[in-house]
């Protein structure tokens, strides 16, 4: 079982930026997919953005494409979201996902992983 622990969230006005960090406890990422997901009130979770397996291959939700950046960085065993010019419409539970699935395509459904973080609030007031 992996364990996911997410931190970074918080509130930020309109176009700014928050940068999320995800973990596993006990395991190494880098054999891992890893995607973000979020899910505002009263709304569906939704990708965000991810990547394969091997790091080769990301891909973003159109609403979030040039002002997000997913990384990782098998060093610190850790996955990042950079977020940058925020918008209150980017408000919502930010879940980090993961799962050992060596596909050579990026998941992007929430179905496709294991592994689920605990949620972060991001909060963008305009």
């Known amino acids: 079982q992996v364990q996911l622990v997410e931190s970074g969230g918080g509130l930020v006005q309109a176009g700014g930026s928050l940068r999320l960090s995800c973990a596993p406890s006990?395991?190494?990422?880098?054999?891992?997919?890893v995607g973000w997901f979020r899910q505002a009130p009263g709304k569906e979770r939704e990708f965000v953005a991810g990547f394969t397996w091997s790091g080769g291959s990301t891909a973003y939700a159109d609403s979030v494409k040039g002002r997000f950046t997913i990384s990782r960085d098998n060093a610190k065993n850790t996955a990042y979201l950079q977020m940058n010019s925020l918008i209150p419409e980017d408000t919502a539970v930010y879940y980090c996902?993961?799962?050992?699935?060596?596909?050579?395509?990026?998941?992007?459904?929430?179905?496709?992983?294991?592994?689920w973080g605990q949620g972060t609030q991001v909060t963008v007031s305009p």
């Open positions: 996902a993961a799962t050992s699935r060596q596909l050579s395509r990026v998941l992007i459904g929430a179905n496709e992983y294991a592994y």
């Open positions: 006990g395991r190494t990422f880098s054999r891992y997919a």
